[in-house]
């Protein structure tokens, strides 16, 4: 298919400014791969690790379209791949390129949508909500009554881990800064933390009689990680999914580990994925249903997506922000 359509494009590893919209060629299929054109994507930090070049893990060409986590419908499919793919709505984790009006993927990466979602919550609800889901239920094996300490918690992964763990019977304490905490109070935390006012240690201590944190989920790492080690309760599980303050967390003191009975582990959803391991039947039923609500904060234009990156390196981003490419698409049912 001859032409050209809209994207946003980086050069080389940088910061937002360098982010421009351009025209660049429509792509087609390869073997084994599938063309969506694109209804929405979702402003995921992996698109800033890679826009920064710091993510070696997946397949990055230069120039660079940001765009890892979107949906749309499928126009074109590659040698061996089945053409009645074709109209249908489909969904793509871990593979980029959804900043654009249509985006290629292998199969591997594409997945229909299910039924009863609409375009949005279709679009960023996988990796937000199978995160914390696995975290909570594979990971740290999450028991009524658990006092859970979660990072971010006006984030989407955050709001996701509040609304799970009280669902399981658990107790929440999130820690953001103040600006924040009217977004993430509607979602359930039991207390919020001011992080950047409070030593949020002692504060957590208080909350708990003394007893520390049974699960933390941290997606920040940084120098400050090391806190959790003394906010963490005698055989807590302390959980690490991400590192959004920029750099890892300092190296783990493990006599602290002994003598707590402490455990730390990393959850990382696409070798679940890869494995088959993710879904849950229950676990969309509750999306589908409302019970879990996916924390959809904004929806901006393609054109807008540098502005929207210049917003979330200032930490000025809550719950998802979605970005609107080709809107509500009609497809096949």
């Known amino acids: 298919m001859a032409g050209t359509m809209k994207a946003v494009l980086i050069d080389e590893p940088g910061g937002p400014a360098e982010l421009r919209v351009d025209e660049v060629p429509i792509p087609e299929p390869d073997a084994g791969e599938v063309r969506i054109k694109v209804a929405y994507a979702s402003m995921n930090p992996m698109d800033v690790f890679a826009r920064q070049g710091k993510v070696s893990w997946l397949p990055i060409t230069w120039p660079f379209i940001p765009g890892i986590e979107h949906a749309g419908v ?175 967390a300092p190296d783990i003191p493990v006599s602290t580990l002994i003598f707590k009975s402490a455990f730390v582990g990393g959850f990382n959803l696409p070798l679940l994925e890869a494995r088959g391991g993710r879904d849950s039947d229950d676990v969309l039923k509750k999306i589908i249903d409302g019970t879990w609500k996916v924390p959809i ?8 997506v540098p502005a929207l990156h210049e917003k979330f390196a200032a930490r000025q981003v809550k719950g998802r922000a979605v970005i609107r490419v080709g809107g509500e698409l009609n497809w096949e049912k």
């Open 297 to 304: 904060s904004e929806e901006v234009a393609l054109e807008d």
């Open 74 to 248: 499928i126009d074109m499919v590659g040698e061996g791949v089945d053409p009645a793919m074709v109209g249908k709505r489909y969904h793509s984790r871990n593979m980029f390129g959804g900043n654009a009006e249509y985006s290629i993927a292998p199969l591997s990466a594409a997945h229909p949508m299910p039924e009863g979602l609409d375009w949005k919550i279709g679009t960023c609800y996988g990796g937000m909500t199978y995160t914390s889901y696995h975290a909570l239920h594979t990971a740290a094996r999450i028991r009524v009554n658990d006092w859970c300490l979660f990072h971010s918690a006006a984030g989407p992964i955050g709001i996701m881990l509040t609304q799970i763990a009280k669902d399981a019977g658990a107790k929440v304490i999130g820690l953001c800064s103040g600006a924040k905490f009217d977004y993430a109070k509607p979602y359930g935390a039991d207390h919020l933390i001011d992080y950047t006012q409070n030593d949020w240690v002692t504060a957590v201590k208080e909350i708990t009689r003394g007893q520390g944190a049974d699960i933390i989920v941290d997606g920040n790492q940084g120098p400050e990680a090391v806190k959790n080690y003394e906010a963490i309760a005698p055989g807590g599980h302390c959980i690490y999914i991400g590192a959004t303050a920029g750099s890892p």
